[in-house]
């Protein structure tokens, strides 16, 4: 949720943009770039993360006088939605609650029970019901995406991704890209060159040892596949994101 500013992730080649009027919801981690285009020294960006706790959402889901709607099977895992009066009214009722502490053990539960509710009144209800309530198909798919984010740097067969997921691999192939709009392969790519480009950035690693760390055993295909996804070679793309004038990256792993 966005109190001041907008923020921009890239998933792949989607983008979502966000701010004041609409929030970001997300069910899986992902290999994204994000960046806050909009934030000035006098309005800086200011924005809240709210974990949603499952079981509450699966309860209030049980309830009949909540119709969330069936989201399709192949919802991307993350979306945005629109920020209400109501939703944002819950938020600041919840932040306010910072100024009484002596309130929170009480009171936060029962915000963030409105919060969700306020949720799956709208347009993005179907989406926090498929996440809550993950098909058998979604589920699967979610546990060979943890599984590639734990071990991007080892080698990858689909097959055997698939075998760990229990799924076909032409089944596997279909659900990993509706929910992170990449194949298995481009996601552990892209986690690699996130992977590398935060070890160059911020441990100042060159760019062999990077893409060796990462699981390249080529440092000519990881300049390469660099390149072509960052725009400029490690080197020159280092030296731009460090470079006074740079808008910084506020994420370059995930979200």
């Given amino acids: 949720m966005v109190a001041q500013g ?12 966000f701010d004041q009027s609409r929030f ?21 960006y200011l924005g809240f993360l709210l974990k949603l706790e499952m079981p509450v959402v699966r309860e209030l889901l049980s309830r009949e006088e909540i119709q969330a709607p069936e989201a ?12 209400t009066a109501e939703l944002l009214d819950a938020w600041c009722r919840l932040v306010d609650l910072l100024d009484t502490p002596q309130h929170i053990p009480f009171l936060s539960g029962l915000i963030q029970r409105e919060i969700i509710y306020r949720i799956l009144q709208g347009r993005e209800g179907a989406r926090l019901r498929a996440i809550a309530t993950l098909g058998d ?12 984010r734990a071990n991007y740097a080892k080698p990858l067969r689909v097959e055997d991704l698939a075998e760990i997921a229990g799924m076909g691999v032409s089944t596997l192939h279909h659900h990993f890209r509706m929910l992170t709009a990449m194949s298995p392969l481009q996601y552990q790519k892209q986690l690699r060159l996130h992977a590398a480009r935060e070890r160059m950035l911020i441990d100042s690693v060159d760019a062999a040892s990077a893409a060796f760390e990462v699981g390249y055993e080529s440092a000519t ?15 020159r793309d280092i030296r731009t994101l460090r470079s006074p004038g740079a808008v910084p990256l506020e994420s370059v792993s995930n979200q």
């Fill in 221 to 235: 295909q990881f300049n390469r596949e660099y390149s072509r996804f960052f725009g400029q070679p490690p080197k």
């Fill in 24 to 44: 970001l919801l997300t069910s899986l981690d992902l290999p994204v770039i994000s960046q806050v285009i909009e934030a000035r020294k006098e309005v800086p």
């Fill in 72 to 83: 399709p099977s192949d919802s991307p895992a993350m979306a945005t939605g629109e920020t």
């Fill in 6 to 17: 907008r923020k921009r992730i890239d998933l792949g080649r989607t983008t979502f943009i």
């Fill in 137 to 148: 198909q979604s589920h699967r798919t979610a546990k060979a995406i943890a599984w590639v």
